[in-house]
């Protein structure tokens, strides 16, 4: 699977929107990018994923550049349940849906 | 929907003992994976399952770790002797195993090892 790079952390002022990006460059044609995040002491829970085009769905929206290198996940309007590890990753081809996580963005959403 | 059901949720134990953390994946779902967190380490892979067979258990530390999957609606994940060093939160994911398919996880087993 493709590697990953995503900024150690993030801020974000309640309301506004989070743009959270991730460089994925060496991704093939099959894989998909997902986004993950994990909120202190629960498990990872999955946003949103695209393949090509442009994702939207009621957490976020997933912006993916047409050469697919790299994307940006949107929270539109931040709360502070927002504040949280978000996990920008790269699956499919022959991996058969395995995950692996890296160290992800930790997104601190303040009021 | 339960989603995916994962006891106990937390663990204390004493080096040595016999640890088994059972998982309940969501119903129609063909794949189970069994993932360990860490602060050092992150979130690791240690084994997966398709159609309740094991398909990769390269991620399992040692002969210590053993997973076992029964039947589509229950897995266990069994370590034995535990070690500190095994103390970890241990997630169960279920999922449909395609390549743009989506895991959802449970809320993990926190394991203290003394």
């Known amino acids: 699977d493709a590697k990953t790079t995503q900024p150690t952390s993030m801020d974000c002022a309640e309301g506004r929107a989070a743009n959270l990006p991730c460089n994925h460059s060496?991704?093939?044609?099959?894989?998909?990018v997902y986004w993950y995040r994990q909120i202190h002491s629960q498990g990872p829970q999955y946003i949103i994923h695209?393949?090509?085009n442009n994702e939207t769905n009621e957490m976020a929206s997933l912006i993916i550049t047409e050469d697919r290198k790299s994307s940006t996940l949107i929270l539109p309007h931040a709360t502070l349940r927002d504040t949280a590890v978000y996990y920008c990753?790269?699956?499919?081809?022959?991996?058969?849906?395995?995950?692996?996580f890296g160290q992800g963005t930790i997104l601190t959403v303040h009021p | 929907d339960a989603g995916v059901i994962q006891s106990p949720r937390h663990e204390v134990t004493e080096m040595g003992q016999e640890v088994t953390l059972r998982c309940k994946p969501i119903?129609?779902?063909?794949?189970l994976f069994w993932y360990r967190q860490t602060m050092m380490r992150g979130l690791e892979l240690l084994i997966y399952?398709?159609?309740?067979?094991?398909?990769?258990d390269s991620g399992m530390p040692e002969d210590r770790f053993s997973a076992k999957m029964p039947n589509a609606s229950f897995s266990t994940l069994k370590i034995q002797p535990s070690e500190p060093r095994d103390s970890a939160v241990y997630f169960c994911?279920?999922?449909?195993?395609?390549?743009?398919?989506?895991?959802?996880f449970g809320p993990g087993t926190r394991l203290t090892v003394l």
């Open positions: 994911a279920s999922g449909n195993g395609r390549a743009g398919d989506t895991q959802y």
């Open positions: 695209g393949l090509k």
């Open positions: 060496t991704i093939s044609g099959n894989e998909y």
């Open positions: 119903s129609g779902h063909n794949s």
């Open positions: 990753i790269v699956k499919g081809g022959t991996s058969y849906g395995k995950l692996t």
């Open positions: 399952f398709n159609n309740n067979v094991p398909i990769d």
